[in-house]
């Protein structure tokens, strides 16, 4: 119970920075997606000087300057767009490592509700929940297992939601991972 405790502590702790991470990398994608959207508009207002000068017959050393502009305009694109990829790939890292993390739970909770499940069987094969409680001393006693019995099949079924929530996390963080693709 103790390992439970700490296990879903880290996990907490592992989402909370996973998050952070990800609203960080969030507000990077909005700036260079900003940066991006300027340099564009940059290149189109070169591309109009361009033709402009064009057809007043500008001197070639203002049509060269105007094209070098454009070309230092169009590698601060290039940048731009591949710090974009880097952030994108970085995401992607991310949800990989968390969609490996959550199949290692996942496979534990399994491993666990398993055991869980064939100790059960095995008591069950023993003595009877029935058996349990009439062997009992007292009323008390008896009154006792009853709640044992209870909580112990409360905590199975608590046990079953937890594989299938962590599945669908699990899926659903596949999903995101595609989409990202």
Same mark, same amino acid.
């Given at each position: 119970? *103790?390992?439970?405790?700490?296990?879903?502590?880290? /996990?907490?702790?592992?989402?909370?920075?996973?998050?952070?991470?990800?609203?960080?990398?969030?507000?990077?994608?909005?700036?260079?997606?900003?940066?991006?959207?300027?340099?564009?508009?940059?290149?189109?207002?070169?591309?109009?000087?361009?033709?402009?000068?064009?057809?007043? *017959?500008?001197?070639? /050393?203002?049509?060269?300057?105007?094209?070098?502009?454009?070309?230092?305009?169009? $590698?601060?694109?290039?940048?731009?767009?591949?710090? $974009?990829?880097?952030?994108?790939? *970085?995401?992607?890292?991310?949800?990989?490592?968390?969609? #490996?993390?959550?199949?290692?739970? +996942?496979?534990?909770?399994?491993?666990?509700?398993?055991?869980?499940? *064939?100790? #059960?069987?095995? #008591?069950?094969?023993?003595?009877?929940?029935?058996?349990? /409680? +009439?062997?009992?001393?007292?009323?008390?006693?008896?009154?006792?297992?009853?709640?044992?019995?209870? $909580?112990?099949?409360?905590?199975?079924?608590?046990?079953?939601?937890?594989?299938?929530?962590?599945?669908?996390?699990?899926?659903?963080?596949?999903?995101? +991972?595609?989409?990202?693709?």
């Amino acid at each position: 119970m *103790r390992f439970r405790k700490v296990y879903t502590l880290l /996990l907490i702790v592992f989402c909370s920075i996973g998050w952070n991470e990800a609203s960080a990398q969030a507000e990077e994608q909005e700036v260079l997606e900003a940066k991006r959207k300027q340099l564009q508009k940059e290149i189109e207002q070169i591309n109009y000087l361009l033709f402009a000068q064009k057809k007043e *017959r500008g001197t070639i /050393l203002d049509q060269m300057e105007a094209l070098n502009n454009k070309i230092n305009v169009r $590698q601060e694109l290039i940048g731009v767009t591949d710090k $974009q990829s880097n952030l994108l790939s *970085r995401k992607i890292n991310t949800n990989i490592k968390a969609i #490996s993390s959550l199949k290692e739970e +996942l496979g534990e909770l399994k491993e666990d509700y398993g055991m869980m499940i *064939r100790e #059960s069987y095995e #008591s069950k094969i023993q003595q009877s929940k029935l058996m349990f /409680l +009439l062997s009992s001393e007292n009323f008390y006693q008896a009154f006792k297992r009853l709640q044992y019995i209870k $909580q112990y099949t409360d905590y199975r079924r608590q046990q079953g939601e937890q594989i299938i929530v962590k599945t669908d996390e699990l899926t659903q963080l596949n999903i995101d +991972l595609t989409e990202q693709r």
